[in-house]
């Protein structure tokens, strides 16, 4: 019996999104990512988008990249995520008054933008070659600190970039399944 993309990932993604208690106790972490917002049209709440990749991965040239397409940096590098009482994942950047606005532009050199405080997050990114990805992956969720978003696999790329501020200015990501039949 064939099952779709859509059910493998639901299925895969069931038992590596099985969060550990002490997880979905913890209210607060810091990592290492970098996370931008765009301006929600809706309740006015920052949509974040959270990128991460392994270093030397181009988590600040893609940061860069989305700014370029109208997001704000919310932090570059270190980003702390907590958990609301709205019951949603909070991305800041950490209490370092010093860093706060700076983004590291490779070979350019550090640039201070006016950054945005908090955002709710939208989007997990996680930066990986365009040779190890699908070319049209079924949608996956991650669970972080007692919260359920959306995860995808992106290439460091503008034209991913562009999509990644499609879908976080509240574009949809179609199941490939069910969108070419």
Known sequence: MSTSRAERAAAGGAAAA?????????????IHASCVAFQSREDGVCA???IRGPAGAGKS?????LMGFGAALVADDCVRLSRGGDGRLWATAPDEPALSGLIEARGVGVIRVAP???AALAWVVDLASAASLERLPALRCERMLGATLPRLSAPPSAAAAAAVACLARGGTLLDPDAALR
Request: aromatic share 4%; hydrophobic share 40%; no cysteine.
């Open 61 to 65: 040239s893609f940061a860069l990249m």
């Open 116 to 118: 945005t405080t908090a």
């Open 48 to 50: 974040g988008v959270l």
């Open 18 to 30: 099985a969060p550990a208690q002490e997880e979905e106790d913890e209210r607060e972490r810091i």
